[in-house]
């Protein structure tokens, strides 16, 4: 196997020569929005098992490549999901709110309860809606790189896929374009050991997902993935690269998919509890704590500040959400032609005569 990069220990002790130059308050900020993640993901388990929202797709164990990913961009920059992204997209500035709104499929969802829940996008903040046909966000993000790079521009597009997605024919077509034209564009492989039941070992033959990007001609770096400074140290290099010229980088985060791939899944059913149990004690949260505690940045009344921010802040947009209520019928013939087809047109007059509207 290949060599892993590192920065932070399982017991919190770190490589100094390694360690990135953050100051007090945003190695701060980054435990919050780790924190943030996962106390929204346990709440979105809990609200569809609830059945007030009808689909989640958890990312509990991934906090560190989510955030530490997202944090190495800037704010211009392209982020194109898989769709285990949440805090990935919340540090990218996607409000708490509208993500909430987007999983009730409410009248504040700004995409009006088009999509499935837990397809969030956010044109505002250049985030591009998930991608459930595992693969297809890699041409795609290629595409947004390219065209970034045909107009001069100096954005970077940062795409995130599971290790499942690198067997299709979408990833291998994505590398090779990007190799051979160059783009601004970083490939983050959130190798969490599992795409739904079928395990990494039956994946590949290759010795790591990483190696793949030799045969395109660019930089492979397979990545502690549980630790957030190795994520936000590697994404930052490449991320350079990328907006210097220097075209891409495969990052492969070795991670863990603790929960089930969705809330339609039993991971008992293919994968043992003592699995689970030895990736907890690599738990990215933990980890970043200990090192935090070893700096004197974390104790006890950090956590409880932390906890009691992060808790306000998800009830208080759950609550917004709950109230909101549903988006008026009628915007079902929104946002999908620019004209309106005369059998959609009758469809909505007739919609119209029901609802008593004009
Ligand atoms: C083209 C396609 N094939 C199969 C599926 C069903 N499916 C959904 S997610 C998934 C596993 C993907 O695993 P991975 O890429 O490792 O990402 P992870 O879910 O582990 O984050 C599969 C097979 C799909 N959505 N699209």
């Not at 969802?109 to 996008?121: C, R, T, V, Y």
């Not at 041409?139 to 940062?158: F, H, M, Q, S, Y």
């Not at 790591?208 to 492979?220: P, R």
């Not at 699995?275 to 690599?282: F, H, I, K, L, Q």
């Given at each position: 196997m290949e060599e892993l990069f590192q920065i932070i220990g399982l017991d919190g002790s770190y490589d100094e020569k390694l360690e990135p130059k953050l100051a007090e308050k945003e190695l701060l900020k980054l435990y919050l929005y780790m924190v943030l993640t996962r106390v929204l993901d346990t709440k979105a388990v809990a609200l569809q098992r609830q059945g007030r929202i009808g689909f989640y797709v958890p990312s509990q164990g991934e906090e560190a490549v989510q955030i530490g990913s997202s944090y190495a961009l800037k704010p211009k920059d392209w982020m194109v999901p898989a769709y285990r992204e949440q805090g990935a997209a919340l540090l990218k500035g996607f409000p708490i709110e509208t993500l909430i709104a987007q999983l009730y499929g409410n009248r504040e969802d700004i995409l009006k309860g088009h999509q499935m829940?837990?397809?969030?996008?956010?044109?505002?903040?250049?985030?591009?809606?998930?991608?459930?046909?595992?693969?297809?966000?890699?041409?795609?993000?290629?595409?947004?790189?390219?065209?970034?790079?045909?107009?001069?521009?100096?954005?970077?597009?940062?795409?995130?896929?599971?290790?499942?997605?690198?067997?299709?024919?979408?990833?291998?077509?994505?590398?090779?374009?990007?190799?051979?034209?160059?783009?601004?564009?970083?490939?983050?492989?959130?190798?969490?050991?599992?795409?739904?039941?079928?395990?990494?070992?039956?994946?590949?033959?290759?010795?790591?997902?990483?190696?793949?990007?030799?045969?395109?001609?660019?930089?492979?770096?397979?990545?502690?993935?549980?630790?957030?400074?190795?994520?936000?140290?590697?994404?930052?290099?490449?991320?350079?690269?990328?907006?210097?010229?220097?075209?891409?980088?495969?990052?492969?985060?070795?991670?863990?998919?603790?929960?089930?791939?969705?809330?339609?899944?039993?991971?008992?059913?293919?994968?043992?509890?003592?699995?689970?149990?030895?990736?907890?004690?690599?738990?990215?949260?933990?980890r970043f704590q200990l090192y935090l505690k070893s700096k004197g940045i974390w104790d006890e009344e950090v956590e409880a500040n932390v906890r009691q921010k992060v808790g306000r802040l998800v009830d208080k947009a759950v609550k917004k959400a709950e109230e909101a209520g549903e988006p008026p019928a009628e915007t079902i013939f929104d946002d999908v032609y620019e004209e309106i087809p005369w059998n959609l047109a009758e469809q909505r007059e007739e919609l119209f005569k029901l609802i008593g509207r004009s």
């Amino acid at each position: 196997m290949e060599e892993l990069f590192q920065i932070i220990g399982l017991d919190g002790s770190y490589d100094e020569k390694l360690e990135p130059k953050l100051a007090e308050k945003e190695l701060l900020k980054l435990y919050l929005y780790m924190v943030l993640t996962r106390v929204l993901d346990t709440k979105a388990v809990a609200l569809q098992r609830q059945g007030r929202i009808g689909f989640y797709v958890p990312s509990q164990g991934e906090e560190a490549v989510q955030i530490g990913s997202s944090y190495a961009l800037k704010p211009k920059d392209w982020m194109v999901p898989a769709y285990r992204e949440q805090g990935a997209a919340l540090l990218k500035g996607f409000p708490i709110e509208t993500l909430i709104a987007q999983l009730y499929g409410n009248r504040e969802d700004i995409l009006k309860g088009h999509q499935m829940p837990n397809h969030f996008g956010n044109r505002a903040i250049n985030f591009v809606t998930p991608s459930s046909p595992v693969g297809t966000q890699l041409p795609i993000a290629v595409g947004i790189a390219w065209a970034a790079k045909l107009r001069g521009d100096k954005t970077v597009v940062l795409v995130y896929f599971g290790d499942g997605a690198t067997s299709q024919g979408d990833f291998h077509a994505a590398m090779n374009f990007a190799g051979v034209f160059k783009v601004p564009v970083v490939f983050l492989c959130k190798n969490n050991q599992w795409a739904i039941s079928l395990p990494f070992s039956q994946q590949t033959r290759s010795k790591s997902v990483a190696i793949k990007a030799q045969a395109y001609g660019f930089d492979g770096i397979r990545v502690d993935g549980n630790d957030v400074l190795s994520i936000y140290t590697a994404c930052k290099k490449a991320v350079k690269a990328a907006r210097t010229g220097k075209g891409p980088t495969l990052i492969e985060a070795v991670t863990y998919r603790m929960g089930p791939h969705s809330t339609s899944d039993d991971p008992k059913r293919y994968r043992t509890e003592e699995e689970v149990e030895e990736w907890r004690e690599r738990d990215p949260i933990l980890r970043f704590q200990l090192y935090l505690k070893s700096k004197g940045i974390w104790d006890e009344e950090v956590e409880a500040n932390v906890r009691q921010k992060v808790g306000r802040l998800v009830d208080k947009a759950v609550k917004k959400a709950e109230e909101a209520g549903e988006p008026p019928a009628e915007t079902i013939f929104d946002d999908v032609y620019e004209e309106i087809p005369w059998n959609l047109a009758e469809q909505r007059e007739e919609l119209f005569k029901l609802i008593g509207r004009s």
